[in-house]
């Protein structure tokens, strides 16, 4: 696999991911249904041999139930993986299997604690420590806007407008709770820490990063962002590779309309 990400890579004009690794927190972006990008994910980890993971994947609860070393089946099962909506966990628990003694941490927001931010605002559905991850500071207008028209074109321009903002909102809501459970874990062990997220959240510019540099300056921080042969990810990161896409259906077919 390696090989082929790093031909990928080449032919874009793009370096190979180089080691080693001296960086407090190591982003690794993917799109959720590309197993090439977690087989990789799981290759890096290996390498990083981190002291803590954070999954988006997870909610805390969920991470709390992790069976170190468990194999795939106790895994799967301890976190009740088949209900959670991700992905086959087939594909994900190599990057488990890679660090087997790593600490595991979750991030995924519940889906309580999202209809809260719809319905009370971003500071209150985070809790305390709001301001500190610049959650109370509104985005600028222009940022705002592209924000607003990714995610409608994300759900297939399906989405009432008025619902764009709240939208935005929770996944503002995902980014920081990201950051503050990677700074918990840098802070429970010491690290390095490894996080396990979407191209989304990955990013630089507006992603996960943004939120951890706001409340934890002192981290150093490297973000991977994962395509897929000629098409790059949205966004800025530190690293970009490339690897081979997947068969998708259309996923806005189900809103086509026939005469």
Request: aromatic share 8%; glycine share 8%.
């Amino acid at each position: 696999m390696k090989g082929a990400v790093v031909l990928l890579c080449v032919m874009m004009g793009l370096p190979a991911w180089a080691g080693p690794f001296s960086v407090d927190v190591v982003v690794l972006g993917e799109l959720h249904d590309n197993p090439h990008h977690h087989a990789r994910q799981a290759q890096i980890v290996a390498e990083v041999q981190p002291k803590a993971l954070v999954f988006e994947m997870l909610t805390e609860a969920q991470a709390a139930n992790h069976v170190p070393g468990g194999d795939l089946s106790t895994l799967s099962t301890a976190f009740d993986w088949e209900s959670s909506g991700w992905p086959d966990f087939a594909m994900y628990y190599p990057i488990f299997a890679a660090a087997p003694t790593a600490r595991v941490f979750g991030a995924g927001v519940p889906r309580t604690v999202a209809r809260q931010a719809m319905s009370d605002g971003l500071d209150i559905a985070f809790g305390t420590d709001a301001e500190a991850y610049g959650l109370t500071t509104p985005l600028d207008s222009d940022e705002q806007a592209t924000r607003e028209a990714l995610q409608m074109a994300a759900h297939c321009d399906a989405l009432p407008e008025h619902i764009l903002p709240a939208i935005v909102d929770i996944q503002r809501l995902r980014d920081a709770q990201l950051a503050k459970m990677v700074a918990r874990a840098f802070e429970l062990t010491g690290g390095p820490v490894v996080v396990i997220t979407g191209n989304g959240h990955a990013r630089t510019d507006w992603g996960m990063p943004i939120y951890l540099k706001r409340a934890a300056p002192d981290l150093s921080i490297l973000a991977l962002g994962q395509g897929e042969e000629d098409t790059p990810p949205s966004g800025t990161f530190d690293r970009v590779e490339f690897t081979q896409g997947v068969d998708r259906s259309d996923p806005c077919a189900a809103f086509a309309t026939t005469d």
